[in-house]
């Protein structure tokens, strides 16, 4: 035998589908209209919403209209690849499989519609998905996952400050924990989600939420209250033209009157129940309503209708429950939990692998900087090598430079030494030998030839002191002579050394011009046809009285 919170408990918690049907059934939805659109050259969205609006519609009046509808919806969704409408669809299906007892059919649904979902930002579709798996978990008795998908949705809904849903979860998930018995959370939860929708003014959540309240009285045998809270969420319903809603709450009325003891009354509302589920094709709501059937009509002692309405719910019960659904349900929660980890393990691999790239990049980059470090380093390490050498090549030029300059200084002393000193007294000497020789009177030839011998020595020493001074310092005289003359200096050196009787005659000067050369490098490089050529200095010496040939000079 069920008791009466078993009976209160199967009731359809969906509030956006709920609130959805209730505004099509009042604005009196005209189906027809919906399928001319669909049937018309409209736009795509037009259509698709028209899909939309007819599984919704349908899925609280025809089980089989609702997935049908669905399933042509998504078709055209996937031609025009609109990933978020196949989900939606593929919950809209997975609700028609549940109201018709196929749960594990509904659950893949569910799952695919998830699956979908989960990769869009309709982050509020995806939260219906979860209440909807999380109900038929609660059904099944799946209570720990039940609650697991129920925060799923509630912290969506909190996220998207959607306090109409949210209470909606609040009242679903106070469900699970009546059925921990632990009534006091049960009411908080029913409470709060009351709170939410009278603030919202939405009378179909209040409606559900007096519903599940009542269910606590009735657990808690305040019968009066329950039924009261029962009536009001009818009146609601009733108003509202929600004829599912409405059948859910004829049989919570009537088992609340069955454990009140008010067996006719309690008996009416639940045939009137049975009536509109029939309707909907309801198979559950039927095989709950039989269940109280049959425990009002032992209590009157109607042991036959009791039999018969056994009998009714166990063949609706054996459609909705078998162990191979279960397992089939069970086999698809452990596929998508095991799907859900081959993604993290996916992600975390992909991470991983990005990681390590990342850090090769790093490594790679810090590598490449390090080279190119090393490598300016060495540039730099070479530039200061070059310049350290071109310094020090710089610095022995000078010192090589500084040795030849003060060897060419020396070299120019000697050679003016020379030329200045000894080679004009040397040529002094030969003049006045020569004037000499005018004077004498030779005793016999071998006299003058000894004589002229002297003067031709002396001759020739002037030679090799010009010579010497010439090879020693090439240009020595270049500076004491001035372009096309002896200068000045030269001449005043020889004429003061000449006697008085002497008359020093300027035959002849001609400069050649040298090329313009470094001083040090002109002793070893001046030619003697880069020499300047100094014209000859023709000095007679004129005997007086006596005319003679002129001497031979001294070239200096």
């Known amino acids: 035998m069920y008791s009466i919170y078993d009976v209160i408990m199967k009731r359809f918690p969906l509030l956006f589908i709920t609130v959805t049907v209730s505004l099509l059934v009042n604005a009196r939805l005209n189906t027809d209209s919906l399928h001319t659109i669909i049937s018309s050259d409209k736009p795509y969205q037009e259509k698709i919403k028209a899909w939309l609006a007819l599984a919704e519609y349908f899925q609280i009046k025809n089980f089989d209209s ?65 209440n909807d798996l ?142 509109l589920a029939e309707q909907l094709n309801y198979p559950e709501l039927q095989s709950n309503n039989y269940t109280e059937l049959a425990s009002l009509a032992e209590k009157q002692g109607d042991y036959r209708n009791a039999y018969l309405y056994f009998k009714k719910r166990t063949l609706l019960r054996d459609s909705l429950y078998t162990i191979d659904k279960t397992k089939q349900i069970e086999e698809l929660n452990t596929k998508y939990e095991t799907a859900k980890k081959e993604q993290t393990i996916e992600k975390q691999h992909s991470r991983i692998i990005l990681q390590n790239f990342l850090f090769i990049g790093i490594a790679g980059l810090v590598l490449l900087i390090g080279l190119l470090a090393q490598s300016q380093y060495r540039r730099y390490k070479l530039r200061q090598e070059t310049k350290m050498k071109s310094e020090l090549i710089k610095q022995q030029e000078l010192a090589v430079k500084a040795v030849i300059e003060a060897e060419e200084n020396e070299r120019q002393r000697i050679a003016k030494d020379l030329h200045d000193g000894v080679g004009q007294m040397m040529s002094a000497a030969k003049m006045n030998l020569s004037a000499f020789e005018s004077e004498l009177k030779w005793s016999d030839e071998n006299q003058q030839q000894s004589f002229e011998k002297i003067i031709q020595l002396v001759d020739e020493s002037c030679k090799e002191v010009r010579s010497v001074s010439h090879i020693m310092m090439p240009n020595a005289l270049l500076k004491k002579l001035s372009p096309g003359i002896i200068g000045n200096k030269a001449i005043s050196s020889i004429k003061a050394i000449l006697p008085n009787s002497t008359t020093l005659i300027l035959r002849s000067l001609s400069v050649r011009s ?43």
């Open 66 to 130: 609702t997935i049908d509808a669905g399933t042509k919806g998504i078709a055209l969704a996937r031609e025009n690849a609109d990933s978020i409408s196949v989900g939606e669809f593929k919950r809209l299906i997975g609700v028609g499989f549940y109201f018709k007892g196929k749960y594990d059919i509904a659950t893949e649904n569910y799952y695919a519609s998830i699956a979908i979902l989960e990769k869009t930002n309709a982050k509020e579709k995806l939260g219906l998905v979860y």
């Open 134 to 275: 999380a109900k038929l978990y609660r059904k099944i008795r799946d209570l720990n996952q039940a609650l697991q998908n129920y925060n799923k949705a509630y912290s969506i809904f909190r996220q998207l400050r959607d306090t109409t849903n949210m209470a909606m979860i609040l009242n679903e998930s106070g469900v699970v924990f009546e059925y921990r018995e632990d009534y006091k959370e049960a009411i908080r939860r029913y409470t709060s989600s009351l709170n939410l929708a009278e603030k919202k003014g939405d009378s179909i959540a209040v409606s559900y939420a007096l519903s599940n309240i009542a269910g606590v009285y009735v657990i808690q045998k305040k019968y009066a209250e329950a039924e009261q809270n029962l009536l009001h969420a009818l009146a609601i319903r009733k108003q509202l033209g929600d004829g599912f809603a409405t059948a859910l709450t004829y049989s919570d009325l009537g088992a609340t009157l069955n454990a009140k003891g008010d067996y006719v009354k309690g008996s009416q509302y639940l045939l009137e129940s049975n009536k």
């Open 514 to 556: 040298l090329p313009s050369l470094p001083f040090s490098l002109t002793a070893f490089t001046l030619s003697l046809k880069e020499e300047m050529m100094v014209g000859m200095v023709l000095i007679n010496v004129i005997k007086p009285p006596i005319a003679t040939a002129p001497a031979p000079i001294c070239r200096i």
